[in-house]
């Protein structure tokens, strides 16, 4: 694949004109060509514009081999109205671009579009804070609680730990004020964003997304109002499709066993059901997927080389929708992918595929800006057919993201004790919740050695430590350290001083001294003393 890869972030739609623009001006071939007896150099005609550009788009990685030799022509009809090209007697300003001969080049000025200034620090939309334990009130129970001087007899438990057991500071027990459902409301939206933002891998989402044009309400009722196959259930039912538009995708849908209402059957009905849903959708006021939303998922078509993560940005994304959008937009997604999988229902075009048809037709009705930008169809195209491969997960609700919502829940719900001089929300305040990192072999191998020899360096330290071990096991555990880890037991002990100054000197026994006899004469020859025989 062709072009640099435009990853998520601000404008994303802008670089990208500009990086479609600097490719096909460096690429197109020109040469001479006559017109009306008069040669014209540097040009080329229409129908070469639109073979080069479709093969440009279809080998660029941010467009893919989806892009139709249409949506080619719509382009350059952009380019001219646009002054990226001109005809070549200068005129341009319009989109009387067509499919022949006719002659075009280039303008020498720069067409580039500039990027919009950056929004003032004052005027960021931050994620507003998830409510923490600043909201307090202590429990009608005594005021301290205070506690004795634990003892533990647990001489072993002290020479794994050892650490001195003194006494427990007083303590009092604090309870958090009841969650309201607008600080629940609150909670799933400041984290729901977090989550996005984690996701697309973005320091701020200021320029991609307005967080103040977000409802709290729209996110949870998308999470728990839904029926067993995860559809979205709408209180007010004016929101909803037409009857009879739910009957005419349901008959197609489940083509040709669809059909309720038994009316009659005849020769391109499934035709004329079809025109009666697209028509509906292309009537619609705003896309699906709404016009300040637009620039978030223009951002995730920059995360599709990692498929897995685009797909979870898009179930955050969806999330964020409306209720009668979100639902809306499942049903049309489950239409759209039933008929492309349906082998029973016949052609509905005699030009395209079924799959082509859906795309081309739906695909401006499901992301569209307000301001009618450029690449429109074509990043509308390339979205929907994301969509359209991973339609069973994009409108499922992120399960690590409800996870993290409900833990933090139930944290705030929990009584706490608060110990004298400690602050609650920084001891006891539920952690962070961080996302995995995916690293090399090399930083893997490095965090396990590193991770294992600190272990093993405070394993160490313990035996050391332990005052309640007598000399003679200490210097047998320290001699079945040395021989388990040399180089550790090396760098501990450099020397036999720094090995002596941790083992105290064993207490010197004194020996008894030998007393002798003082020999005042010398030892005589043994004599024989009186005999007692008769």
């Known amino acids: 694949m062709d072009g640099n890869m435009i990853g998520p972030g601000p404008y994303r739609a802008t670089k990208l004109w500009n990086e479609t623009v600097k490719l096909f ?30 093969e440009l788009l279809k080998r660029n990685q941010n467009f893919g081999p989806e892009v139709t030799r249409y949506q080619s022509l719509q382009l350059l009809r952009k380019f001219l109205k646009n002054h990226v090209i001109e005809d070549v007697k200068g005129r341009f300003g319009n989109e009387d671009f067509d499919d022949n001969g006719r002659l075009y080049r280039f303008p020498p000025q720069s067409p580039l579009k500039p990027l919009p200034q950056r929004v003032p620090i004052s005027q960021r939309n931050f994620i507003p804070p998830i409510p923490r334990w600043d909201d307090c009130e202590v429990t009608q129970g005594p005021e301290k609680i205070p506690m004795k001087a634990l003892v533990l007899n647990s001489e072993s438990w002290n020479k794994r730990h050892s650490i001195a057991i003194g ?41 991609v997304l307005n967080a103040k044009l977000l409802s709290p309400k729209h996110i949870v009722h998308n999470v728990f109002s839904v029926n067993k196959q995860g559809i979205v259930i709408l209180k007010n039912k004016s929101e909803d499709l037409p009857h009879w538009v739910l009957s005419a995708m349901k008959c197609l849908a489940n083509w040709p066993n669809g059909n309720d209402s038994k009316q009659p059957m005849y020769p391109g009905f499934e035709r004329d059901v079809f025109r009666t849903v697209a028509e509906h959708f292309q009537r619609l006021k705003e896309p699906l997927l709404t016009y300040h939303l637009y620039e978030i998922f223009v951002s995730i078509l920059g995360l599709l080389p990692r498929e897995q993560i685009a797909v979870e940005a898009l179930q955050v994304c969806c999330l964020l929708l409306p209720p009668a959008n979100r639902r809306k937009l499942q049903l049309l997604m489950r239409l759209m992918a039933k008929a492309c999988h349906n082998h029973a229902l016949p052609p509905l075009n005699d030009a395209i595929g079924i799959r082509t048809l859906m795309v081309q037709t739906f695909s401006r009705c499901i992301l569209c800006s307000a301001d009618e930008v450029d690449l429109d169809e074509l990043l509308a195209t390339k979205l929907v057919n994301v969509m359209l491969d991973n339609h069973e997960n994009v409108v499922k609700v992120p399960a690590e993201l409800h996870r993290s919502v409900e833990e933090h829940l139930s944290h705030l719900r929990r009584a706490q004790i608060k110990y004298a001089g400690a602050d609650t929300d920084s001891a006891m305040d539920s952690p ?22 600190r272990a093993v360096v405070e394993l160490l330290e313990g035996i050391i430590q332990d005052k309640l071990m007598s000399v003679k096991d200490k210097k047998k555990k320290l001699k079945q350290f040395q021989r388990s880890y040399p180089d550790i037991y090396r760098k501990r ?42």
């Open 25 to 54: 001006r460096g690429g197109m071939p020109l040469r001479r060509h006559w017109a009306h007896f008069r040669c014209y150099d540097n040009s080329f005609t229409g129908s070469e514009g639109i073979d080069y550009l479709h």
């Open 493 to 534: 002990f450099p020397t036999p001083e720094s090995e002596a100054a941790v083992l105290p000197e064993r207490p010197q026994r004194l020996k008894p001294q030998l007393m002798f006899l003082t020999l005042k004469k010398p030892l005589q020859p043994f004599q024989r003393s009186w005999s007692f025989r008769a």
């Open 432 to 453: 962070p919740h961080a996302y995995c990192r995916q690293i090399s072999r090399e930083e893997f191998e490095e965090q396990r050695v590193t991770a294992s020899q």
């Open 167 to 207: 006494e427990v500071p007083e303590c009092k027990l604090i309870r958090r004020k009841e969650i309201t459902p607008k600080h629940v409301d609150q909670i799933w939206k400041s984290m729901t964003l977090t989550h996005l933002q984690s996701v697309l891998g973005l320091q701020s989402l200021d320029g």
